[in-house]
């Protein structure tokens, strides 16, 4: 059977920094930026969506005093991730599996 | 090519959704890899104090403590760890992990080494490759990078070895676990990351 697919982590962007964000402890805005290609408004907006949803925590600190934004994936997160993969994996072929 | 960007805020199909995973989170692992500079400094340093060490008991000269080396050597290590903290923009899993074992290690060498020194005079060369072989194959294995889980496998074998042999052919093993363990594996990390950098220019 079909499961239906998370719509906040169903997007390009989305995806991609939760991807980034699973394979490490945490990282800094621009490591995201870096890895996705992705313009910093664009990325500030849906990092936001994400945090909003409880997948990522955002902290701001200072760095050599220049502001620093860090990215960390929670619990929430992980487990959003894997039922979102899981059902993913559901729609493949069984080759794909 | 042109690498993909992410800026459209548009539903993937399946596969491209399964793809962009992989993607990522083969670039962020890509991102950790290191650079084999500390590998490369703690091999040659090894197998310098392990050659001198030869050196002094095979024609009776001495030179002092050589291996006391290893304990200056600690001060740029911990020095070059910080600044390429600092410079960093993420935090790998297998970094921590590392960092960890690291210091398991450095502190089992030093209750070991102190231990031998003052309490019991015996041929601690056995006990000293054999913890060689614990973070080298250990990381070699996180990694997933063969030349390191060799070198903590040549480690042990050698720990074995000089269970038999006399105290002069004990540090020329040891020179040889620095050079096997760390410093080739460190030679090949750099080469490896070199030729990466030239991949991005």
């Avoid at chain 1, 945090?51 to 050599?64: L, R, S, V």
């Avoid at chain 2, 991102?31 to 050196?55: D, E, P, R």
């Avoid at chain 2, 080396?69 to 921590?96: C, D, G, M, W």
């Avoid at chain 2, 060799?150 to 020329?172: N, P």
């Amino acid at each position: 059977m079909f499961k239906d697919l998370d719509p906040i982590l169903h997007s390009q962007l989305r995806l991609a920094a939760i991807s980034i964000l699973i394979s490490v402890k945490e990282a800094e805005f621009t490591f995201i930026k870096e890895q996705t290609k992705a313009t910093a408004g664009n990325l500030s907006v849906q990092l936001n969506k994400l945090k909003e949803a409880g997948y990522i925590e955002i902290t701001k600190q200072f760095k050599n005093n220049y502001p620093l934004t860090v990215c960390k994936i929670t619990a929430q997160g992980i487990s959003a991730f894997e039922e979102y993969v899981k059902a993913l994996r559901s729609y493949m072929p069984d080759d794909n599996k | 090519m042109k690498e993909p960007e992410y800026n459209k805020e548009e539903a993937p199909t399946h596969q491209q959704s399964l793809d962009l995973i992989n993607e990522m989170i083969s670039k962020a692992k890509k991102s950790y890899t290191s650079k084999g500079i500390a590998s490369m400094v703690w091999g040659s340093l090894i197998t310098f104090c392990g050659l001198v060490n030869w050196v002094e008991i095979h024609f009776k000269k001495d030179f002092g403590d050589v291996w006391l080396l290893t304990l200056v050597a600690l001060v740029p290590q911990i020095y070059f760890s910080i600044k390429e903290k600092r410079s960093k923009n993420f935090i790998a899993h297998n970094e921590i992990a590392a960092n960890y074992i690291w210091i398991a290690f450095t502190l089992c060498m030093f209750i070991t080494s102190f231990y031998f020194s003052y309490f019991i005079r015996g041929n601690v060369a056995p006990l000293i490759m054999m913890l060689f072989g614990i973070p080298t194959f250990i990381i070699g294995g996180m990694t997933n990078f063969k030349p390191m889980i060799l070198g903590g496998v040549f480690c042990w074998a050698m720990s074995i070895v000089s269970m038999h042999t006399s105290a002069e052919i004990d540090v020329l093993l040891m020179a040889a676990c620095g050079l096997f363990a760390w410093l080739i594996p460190g030679i090949i990390l750099w080469r490896r990351h070199k030729k990466s950098m030239v991949a991005h220019v």
